[in-house]
């Protein structure tokens, strides 16, 4: 039972590089989550997905580009890195408008380092 | 979503039970209260969610004040193994974001 599978997990980047992160759920869900999170701080909401093909904005999208072309996968992309995008990033699913079954689940996190 | 406040930090003894609360007074009457919490550094997990009434798991109870206003997440025999991040959020039971706030750093002694 792999849950949310988040690929890497560690990497590390020069300034101007461009990545991507993958983040895959076998769960079937429908609503899938990028965040990042600064030391010592809460989780942010970069980007988010209610179903496949459908991406909106969070609370700190800037500099970051999503793609949800398959229901499974999600993608966040990284044009041009920046050192203030140096961060451990999650990704997280959830089933969608059933209220009792709502909890999401998470990913163990990827650990950018931006130089 | 709601905006939640919570004690920066607590303490705990092995063995007795943690109190966590949290102050939502904002709270619409659609929104539901969920908990997670986040053991070094992984990723938050799921403990509990209520709208109105308390709940119980195998995790935690979840007290919800008559007025909505404020919860308590009840972990009712602390082990070392629970010290970690708490993060209480409100949300809509089936909106789309999950935003967290900065949580309760529990710290469970021996």
């Known amino acids: 039972n792999a849950g949310v599978t988040q690929t890497p997990k560690f990497r590390v980047l020069k300034t101007g590089q461009s990545m991507t992160l993958l983040c895959a759920q076998d769960?079937?869900?429908?609503?899938m989550y990028w965040y990042r999170q600064d030391p010592g701080m809460g989780l942010r909401l970069i980007h988010y997905?209610?179903?496949?093909?459908?991406?909106a904005k969070g609370e700190v999208p800037d500099g970051y580009n999503v793609s949800r072309l398959k229901k499974q996968n999600f993608l966040l992309g990284l044009e041009s890195a920046a050192p203030s995008q140096t961060s451990v990033y999650f990704c997280?699913?959830?089933?969608?408008?059933?209220?009792?079954?709502?909890?999401?689940?998470f990913g163990q996190g990827t650990r950018l380092t931006v130089v | 979503d709601a905006k939640t406040t919570q004690p920066t930090s607590m303490d705990c003894a092995e063995g007795r039970a943690a109190n966590l609360p949290c102050n939502h007074s904002?709270?619409?009457?659609?929104?539901?209260v969920y908990w997670y919490r986040q053991i070094h550094s992984q990723g938050p997990q799921y403990i509990i969610h209520?709208?109105?009434n308390n709940e119980t798991n195998e995790m935690a109870s979840l007290i919800i004040t008559e007025d909505r206003k404020s919860s308590t997440l009840i972990l009712p025999h602390a082990t070392l193994r629970d010290t970690a991040v708490y993060y209480c959020?409100?949300?809509?039971?089936?909106?789309?974001?999950?935003?967290f706030g900065e949580g309760t750093q529990l710290t469970v002694n021996p």
């Open positions: 997280a699913s959830s089933p969608g408008v059933a209220a009792d079954v709502t909890e999401a689940f």
């Open positions: 769960m079937n869900h429908e609503y």
């Open positions: 997905s209610v179903g496949e093909g459908t991406t």
């Open positions: 904002t709270i619409s009457g659609n929104e539901y």
């Open positions: 209520g709208l109105k």
């Open positions: 959020i409100v949300r809509v039971g089936f909106g789309s974001r999950l935003t």
